[in-house]
């Protein structure tokens, strides 16, 4: 069970980097579409990183009501 704990919370870096990244790529084509300013582009990942922290603590929350229970 430790093992896949682990796993878990690996996984969830690599995708925490991985989205990222993607933003990364996309914001330029982003800016083209929308016509955005600089300071707009960095609400959108400040937004977005926002989104993921927020993600994290539900996901946290969710474990621990959903996670380990005691077994008679």
Do not use: N, Y
């Not at 929308?34 to 969710?62: N, P, Y």
Request: proline fraction near 1%; charge should be negative.
């Amino acid at each position: 069970m430790t093992f896949f704990v682990c796993f878990l919370a690996a996984l969830a870096g690599l995708l925490f980097g991985l989205d990222i990244g993607v933003i990364a790529g996309a914001l330029p084509f982003i800016a083209d579409e929308f016509q955005i300013t600089s300071h707009t582009q960095e609400w959108v990942v400040s937004s977005m990183m926002f989104g993921a922290a927020v993600g994290a603590v539900g996901s946290g929350w969710l474990s621990f009501k959903l996670g380990a229970q005691k077994r008679a």
